[in-house]
């Protein structure tokens, strides 16, 4: 199985900060790879898809990029509706597993 | 619009089964594929399966065989998760998520369905 380990696991910063999440994969998975966005009692939101394509609706302070084993989200200018728990996820081999997921807590 | 409605919260006792159903609207149903993934409580993301809404074949991760059945009625436009032989281990909401293709993005979820066991 491929594994996807994020850092940090845990992040506090303030509205208007800029953001950077990292995701590792521990073999190559092209850019097969999202970021999605959860909060409590929610179910996943799709943020970022195939490494860095914004999905329709999001708003663009979100960005991705990476290919191969290293990716990273961005967030430009974080809002107060952006403290939630992110997750990676690869779709490159079965089972497409998740990172353990970045929670992103307010300072 | 598209939407993902599941079956209502499940209590089981250890060693019963359990079928969560995911109805799919708002788009062809035979176009798309169906993931399975679940999360325990306070936990993370955990992918158990895919199905082909077609042709209905499937694809589980190697823990869940045995474990957990997907299967689909094209004239509801419905996708069924069973979990057999439950463990509480096992308690967790369970969320089914398309994709358009077998291996791209998960675009919209279902709300998700407690599973508890519980003796």
């Known amino acids: 199985d491929i594994q996807m380990t994020q850092s940090p696991s845990s992040l506090s910063a303030s509205v208007g900060d800029r953001v950077t999440i990292t995701c590792r994969a521990s073999q190559y998975i092209s850019s097969y790879l999202n970021w999605y966005q959860q909060k409590p009692g929610k179910a996943p939101n799709l943020l970022i898809y195939a490494a860095s394509s914004l999905q329709s609706g999001v708003p663009s302070r979100f960005s991705g990029s990476g290919s191969g084993t290293d990716f990273t989200l961005t967030i430009g200018s974080l809002q107060p509706e952006d403290f939630a728990t992110y997750y990676c996820?690869?779709?490159?081999?079965?089972?497409?597993?998740f990172g353990q997921g970045t929670k992103l807590e307010i300072k | 619009q598209v939407q993902l409605v599941q079956s209502g919260a499940e209590v089981k006792k250890p060693g019963a089964s359990v079928k969560v159903s995911c109805r799919a609207s708002?788009?062809?149903?035979?176009?798309?594929?169906i993931h399975w993934v679940r999360q325990a409580p306070g936990q993370g993301l955990e992918w158990l399966g895919i199905?082909?809404?077609?042709?209905?074949?499937?694809t589980y991760a190697q823990k869940f065989l045995g474990k957990v059945t997907l299967t689909r009625d094209t004239s509801t436009s419905t996708v069924y998760m069973e979990l057999s032989s439950l463990r509480s281990e096992d308690t967790a909401v369970y969320y089914c998520?398309?994709?358009?293709?077998?291996?791209?993005?998960?675009?919209?979820w279902g709300q998700g369905t407690l599973v508890t066991v519980s003796p």
């Open positions: 998520a398309r994709s358009g293709e077998y291996n791209s993005k998960l675009d919209y």
């Open positions: 199905i082909n809404s077609s042709g209905g074949s499937t």
């Open positions: 708002g788009y062809t149903f035979t176009s798309y594929y």
């Open positions: 996820h690869q779709t490159y081999s079965t089972p497409f597993t």
